[in-house]
């Protein structure tokens, strides 16, 4: 089974930024795309930002611009830089790869607000 384990979420005001990441147990982790998701109460999971095998990185439109994902082969890590948070960021953010593996982890909560 695989481990996921999502982190560094927390409060912060709008404007500010952010750094999450994610810790992966996968075993070949360098060979598949990885994600961020994200799930606001009541509201659907949606993809945020992706980023391939090869480095080239995707991003939802609600996201463009303020926000890179990167990842750590070695480490098998995720990693999603938020800059100019927006209250519409608040969700439980989760790791997986793309498309998406039947285990999820626990999430990491963003809250942003004044």
């Known amino acids: 089974q695989v481990q996921l384990v999502e982190s560094g979420g927390e409060l912060v005001q709008p404007g500010q930024s952010l750094r999450i990441s994610c810790k992966a147990s996968?075993?070949?982790?360098?060979?598949?795309?990885w994600a961020w998701y994200r799930q606001a109460p009541g509201k659907q999971r949606e993809l945020v930002a992706r980023?391939?095998?090869?480095?080239?990185?995707n991003y939802a439109d609600f996201v463009k611009g303020r926000f890179t994902i990167s990842r750590d082969n070695a480490k098998r890590a995720v990693h999603l830089q938020m800059n100019n948070l927006i209250p519409e960021d608040t969700a439980t953010y989760y790791c997986n790869t793309l498309p998406q593996g039947s285990n999820w982890g626990q999430g990491t909560d963003v809250t942003v607000s004044s």
């Open positions: 996968r075993v070949m982790f360098s060979k598949n795309d």
């Open positions: 980023i391939s095998t090869t480095d080239i990185t």
